[in-house]
Protein backbone atom coordinates (compact mmCIF):
# COMPACT_ATOMS: atom_id res chain seq x y z
CA UNK A 1 0.00 0.00 0.00
CA UNK A 2 0.93 3.89 -0.21
CA UNK A 3 1.99 6.19 2.21
CA UNK A 4 1.48 9.77 2.17
CA UNK A 5 3.92 12.30 3.89
CA UNK A 6 2.62 15.73 3.94
CA UNK A 7 4.03 18.37 5.65
CA UNK A 8 4.05 21.03 7.09
CA UNK A 9 0.76 19.52 9.40
CA UNK A 10 0.14 23.08 10.92
CA UNK A 11 0.77 27.04 10.07
CA UNK A 12 0.22 29.88 10.37
CA UNK A 13 1.14 32.65 8.06
CA UNK A 14 0.42 36.27 7.24
CA UNK A 15 -1.75 37.66 4.02
CA UNK A 16 0.70 38.24 1.97
CA UNK A 17 2.90 35.71 2.51
CA UNK A 18 4.28 32.69 0.47
CA UNK A 19 3.57 29.22 0.69
CA UNK A 20 4.58 25.65 0.00
CA UNK A 21 2.94 22.64 1.19
CA UNK A 22 4.75 19.38 -0.10
CA UNK A 23 3.47 15.94 -0.05
CA UNK A 24 5.66 12.83 -1.35
CA UNK A 25 4.38 9.30 -1.87
CA UNK A 26 6.12 6.02 -0.71
CA UNK A 27 4.71 2.76 -2.10
CA UNK A 28 4.04 3.11 -5.67
CA UNK A 29 5.20 4.78 -8.72
CA UNK A 30 3.23 6.70 -11.30
CA UNK A 31 0.30 7.52 -9.40
CA UNK A 32 -2.22 10.05 -9.48
CA UNK A 33 -1.87 12.79 -7.17
CA UNK A 34 -4.58 15.46 -5.80
CA UNK A 35 -4.39 18.83 -3.86
CA UNK A 36 -7.83 19.26 -2.08
CA UNK A 37 -8.57 22.33 0.00
CA UNK A 38 -11.79 21.38 2.79
CA UNK A 39 -13.49 24.46 4.75
CA UNK A 40 -14.42 23.96 8.23
CA UNK A 41 -16.63 20.86 8.70
CA UNK A 42 -17.45 20.97 4.67
CA UNK A 43 -16.19 19.04 1.61
CA UNK A 44 -13.47 18.17 -0.48
CA UNK A 45 -12.98 20.81 -3.28
CA UNK A 46 -10.85 19.50 -5.67
CA UNK A 47 -7.68 22.41 -6.96
CA UNK A 48 -5.35 20.62 -8.75
CA UNK A 49 -4.48 17.33 -10.14
CA UNK A 50 -1.74 15.64 -12.00
CA UNK A 51 -1.27 12.38 -14.12
CA UNK A 52 2.89 12.58 -14.02
CA UNK A 53 5.88 14.92 -13.58
CA UNK A 54 4.98 18.52 -14.86
CA UNK A 55 1.41 17.48 -15.96
CA UNK A 56 -0.88 19.87 -13.62
CA UNK A 57 -4.73 20.62 -14.04
CA UNK A 58 -6.50 23.16 -12.42
CA UNK A 59 -9.96 23.14 -11.32
CA UNK A 60 -10.60 26.18 -9.78
CA UNK A 61 -9.36 29.83 -10.17
CA UNK A 62 -7.22 30.87 -7.59
CA UNK A 63 -3.69 32.37 -6.78
CA UNK A 64 -2.50 28.98 -5.69
CA UNK A 65 -0.43 26.77 -8.32
CA UNK A 66 0.87 23.33 -8.09
CA UNK A 67 3.98 21.42 -9.05
CA UNK A 68 5.38 17.93 -9.87
CA UNK A 69 8.87 18.33 -10.31
CA UNK A 70 9.55 14.41 -9.71
CA UNK A 71 7.23 11.12 -9.90
CA UNK A 72 6.06 11.08 -6.28
CA UNK A 73 6.32 14.45 -5.34
CA UNK A 74 3.61 17.10 -5.05
CA UNK A 75 3.99 20.99 -4.19
CA UNK A 76 0.99 23.32 -3.47
CA UNK A 77 2.46 27.38 -3.81
CA UNK A 78 1.35 30.65 -3.22
CA UNK A 79 3.02 33.37 -3.84
CA UNK A 80 0.79 35.97 -2.01
CA UNK A 81 -1.69 34.63 0.54
CA UNK A 82 -5.39 35.59 1.13
CA UNK A 83 -6.99 35.08 4.21
CA UNK A 84 -9.79 32.97 2.02
CA UNK A 85 -7.02 30.71 1.33
CA UNK A 86 -7.22 29.26 5.09
CA UNK A 87 -8.19 26.28 5.80
CA UNK A 88 -7.03 22.38 6.07
CA UNK A 89 -5.07 20.99 2.72
CA UNK A 90 -5.10 17.76 2.09
CA UNK A 91 -3.21 15.80 -0.73
CA UNK A 92 -4.20 12.35 -2.25
CA UNK A 93 -2.76 9.67 -4.34
CA UNK A 94 -4.42 6.85 -6.67
CA UNK A 95 -2.61 3.90 -8.52
CA UNK A 96 -3.65 4.42 -12.25
CA UNK A 97 -4.65 0.82 -14.02
CA UNK A 98 -4.92 -0.87 -10.39
CA UNK A 99 -8.27 -0.13 -8.91
CA UNK A 100 -9.08 3.14 -7.34
CA UNK A 101 -8.29 2.92 -4.06
CA UNK A 102 -7.37 6.76 -2.45
CA UNK A 103 -4.86 7.41 -0.09
CA UNK A 104 -4.47 10.74 1.49
CA UNK A 105 -2.06 12.73 3.33
CA UNK A 106 -2.34 13.39 7.41
CA UNK A 107 -3.20 16.82 6.57
CA UNK A 108 -2.06 20.70 6.83
CA UNK A 109 -3.83 23.19 8.66
CA UNK A 110 -3.12 26.86 6.98
CA UNK A 111 -4.43 29.59 8.69
CA UNK A 112 -3.73 33.40 7.17
CA UNK A 113 -3.90 36.30 9.58
CA UNK B 1 -22.57 23.85 -10.61
CA UNK B 2 -22.09 20.72 -7.85
CA UNK B 3 -21.49 17.35 -10.00
CA UNK B 4 -22.48 15.12 -6.38
CA UNK B 5 -25.34 16.89 -4.32
CA UNK B 6 -25.62 15.38 -0.80
CA UNK B 7 -28.21 15.85 1.48
CA UNK B 8 -29.17 16.35 3.76
CA UNK B 9 -26.07 19.14 4.75
CA UNK B 10 -26.81 18.85 8.71
CA UNK B 11 -28.36 15.98 10.46
CA UNK B 12 -28.75 15.76 14.35
CA UNK B 13 -30.53 12.74 15.52
CA UNK B 14 -31.08 10.75 19.08
CA UNK B 15 -29.12 7.29 19.51
CA UNK B 16 -30.70 4.55 18.44
CA UNK B 17 -32.67 6.63 15.61
CA UNK B 18 -32.23 5.43 12.13
CA UNK B 19 -31.26 7.53 9.16
CA UNK B 20 -30.89 7.74 5.88
CA UNK B 21 -28.71 10.52 3.71
CA UNK B 22 -28.41 10.56 -0.02
CA UNK B 23 -26.01 11.23 -3.21
CA UNK B 24 -27.26 12.42 -6.31
CA UNK B 25 -26.35 13.56 -9.62
CA UNK B 26 -27.61 14.24 -13.12
CA UNK B 27 -24.62 11.97 -14.48
CA UNK B 28 -24.11 8.21 -14.74
CA UNK B 29 -20.95 6.70 -12.83
CA UNK B 30 -19.41 3.27 -12.63
CA UNK B 31 -18.77 3.10 -9.42
CA UNK B 32 -19.43 5.77 -6.45
CA UNK B 33 -18.06 5.59 -3.41
CA UNK B 34 -18.97 6.30 0.14
CA UNK B 35 -16.11 7.84 2.88
CA UNK B 36 -16.36 9.16 6.60
CA UNK B 37 -14.19 11.87 8.02
CA UNK B 38 -12.98 13.21 11.35
CA UNK B 39 -11.86 16.56 12.06
CA UNK B 40 -8.47 17.06 10.83
CA UNK B 41 -7.88 13.57 9.42
CA UNK B 42 -8.08 12.61 6.06
CA UNK B 43 -11.76 10.36 5.01
CA UNK B 44 -11.81 6.76 5.54
CA UNK B 45 -13.17 4.91 2.75
CA UNK B 46 -16.22 2.92 3.93
CA UNK B 47 -17.69 1.50 0.51
CA UNK B 48 -17.28 1.01 -3.07
CA UNK B 49 -20.81 0.33 -5.15
CA UNK B 50 -20.41 -0.46 -8.68
CA UNK B 51 -23.32 -2.10 -10.32
CA UNK B 52 -26.68 -0.57 -10.57
CA UNK B 53 -29.24 -1.41 -7.68
CA UNK B 54 -26.03 -2.99 -5.80
CA UNK B 55 -26.83 -3.29 -2.05
CA UNK B 56 -24.13 -3.13 0.36
CA UNK B 57 -24.06 -3.40 4.21
CA UNK B 58 -21.39 -3.26 6.52
CA UNK B 59 -22.68 -3.62 10.28
CA UNK B 60 -25.22 -1.09 10.76
CA UNK B 61 -25.01 0.71 7.73
CA UNK B 62 -26.87 -0.05 4.64
CA UNK B 63 -25.04 1.60 1.15
CA UNK B 64 -27.55 1.54 -2.10
CA UNK B 65 -26.48 2.64 -5.62
CA UNK B 66 -29.12 3.72 -7.93
CA UNK B 67 -30.28 1.48 -10.47
CA UNK B 68 -29.30 3.89 -12.91
CA UNK B 69 -26.44 4.58 -11.39
CA UNK B 70 -26.62 8.60 -10.90
CA UNK B 71 -27.67 7.98 -6.64
CA UNK B 72 -26.62 6.41 -3.99
CA UNK B 73 -28.16 6.25 -0.32
CA UNK B 74 -26.70 5.40 3.20
CA UNK B 75 -28.71 4.02 5.69
CA UNK B 76 -27.95 3.85 9.31
CA UNK B 77 -29.87 1.55 11.53
CA UNK B 78 -30.12 2.29 15.40
CA UNK B 79 -27.34 4.92 15.37
CA UNK B 80 -24.47 5.25 17.87
CA UNK B 81 -22.74 8.83 18.87
CA UNK B 82 -19.50 6.53 17.20
CA UNK B 83 -21.24 7.77 13.86
CA UNK B 84 -20.77 10.94 14.14
CA UNK B 85 -18.71 12.41 11.71
CA UNK B 86 -18.27 14.02 8.06
CA UNK B 87 -20.44 11.59 4.94
CA UNK B 88 -18.59 12.30 1.87
CA UNK B 89 -19.52 10.57 -1.55
CA UNK B 90 -17.09 10.87 -4.10
CA UNK B 91 -16.70 9.66 -7.89
CA UNK B 92 -13.88 9.09 -9.99
CA UNK B 93 -12.08 9.11 -13.16
CA UNK B 94 -8.68 11.17 -13.77
CA UNK B 95 -10.03 13.43 -11.31
CA UNK B 96 -11.37 12.53 -7.97
CA UNK B 97 -14.55 14.22 -6.70
CA UNK B 98 -16.61 14.80 -3.77
CA UNK B 99 -19.32 15.88 -2.66
CA UNK B 100 -20.08 18.36 -0.02
CA UNK B 101 -21.11 15.88 2.81
CA UNK B 102 -23.52 15.32 5.42
CA UNK B 103 -22.52 16.55 8.60
CA UNK B 104 -23.75 13.96 11.02
CA UNK B 105 -24.42 14.39 15.16
CA UNK B 106 -25.55 11.38 17.20
CA UNK B 107 -26.75 12.70 20.70
CA UNK B 108 -26.19 9.86 23.24
Known amino acids: SQTIHQWPATLVQPVGSPLSLECTVEGTSNPNLYWYRQAAGRGLQLLFY??????ISSEVPQNLSASRPQDRQFILSSKKLLLSDSGFYLC????????????FGEGSWLTVV | TQLLEQSPQFLSIQEGENLTVYCNSSSVFSSLQWYRQEPGEGPVLLVTVVTGGEVKKLKRLTFQFGDARKDSSLHITAAQPGDTGLYLCAVQDDKIIFGKGTRLHILP
Open chain 1, 50 to 55: SVGIGQ
Open chain 1, 92 to 103: ASRQRFSGNTIY
